[in-house]
């Protein structure tokens, strides 16, 4: 599903730092998968997860028809199960991804060191092989919960996974957190007290909204 772009903008315009705050204000948990590394740039999509486990014997489901049934903007999100397993033909996989359009990856499997778009993954954390067992359906990543059609923001400063019923209003809080943030940093270089500004008290937010409203 496309992300509405004023959505898309107003994520863009925030840090992963902001979105984490409000989301916790809103009371959200276990939403941002936990070490793992971002690089590769920026990516803002929804989540198209599958899940993989250590390989037995079993017949295993078909990653490939899984790669190439993800649509258009999507933040592919790869649960394996904590094993920092390398995943199965990675750079490959990614290719692929990069052809069907998908603007990111994130899992808590180790990847190759580039693979060609923004991504997040795990250290190597041993020698196995991993059997996809599942798609579309919620996942645990690295500690953080995510379903399907929820917005992921990966950036190089944190990983971030929105409930999409809630996604447009917490961008939005982001938006203005980070506003809010700016004028106290500017009113702290211009020599005003900590005691009325963190947090701010009714006076400074009074002042805030009369310096910041649009003209």
Do not use: N
């Not at 014997?57 to 790869?78: N, Y």
């Not at 603007?103 to 996809?132: F, K, M, Q, R």
């Not at 919620?138 to 990983?159: E, R, T, W």
């Amino acid at each position: 599903m496309a992300i509405d772009p004023t959505l898309r903008d107003a994520l863009s315009a925030v840090t992963p730092a902001s979105l984490a705050r409000a989301l916790t204000r809103a009371d959200v948990k276990a939403f941002s998968p936990l070490g793992l590394t971002a690089r590769g740039g920026t990516a803002i999509g929804t989540a198209y997860t599958l899940r993989m486990i250590p390989a037995r014997d079993d017949a295993a489901g078909d990653i490939a028809a899984a790669i190439d049934a993800v649509p258009e903007g999507s933040v592919v999100v790869i649960d394996a199960a904590g094993t920092g397993f390398t995943l199965p033909f990675g750079a490959i996989l990614a290719a692929r991804l990069v052809r069907r359009g998908a603007v990111g990856l994130i899992t808590d499997a180790a990847l190759p060191e580039e693979i060609g778009l923004p991504h997040g993954s795990a250290p190597p954390g041993g020698s196995g092989v991993l059997a996809l067992v599942g798609t579309q359906q919620p996942v645990a990543c690295a500690g953080a919960a995510i379903h399907p059609g929820d917005i992921v923001v990966c950036s190089d400063a944190g990983i971030i996974a929105l409930p999409a019923g809630i996604a447009e209003r917490i961008a939005l809080e982001a938006v203005e957190q980070q506003r809010l943030d700016l004028w106290i940093q500017r009113e702290v270089e211009r020599g005003e007290s900590l005691a009325s500004l963190l947090p701010p008290d009714a006076a400074a937010l009074a002042r805030f909204q009369a310096e910041t409203k649009p003209a």
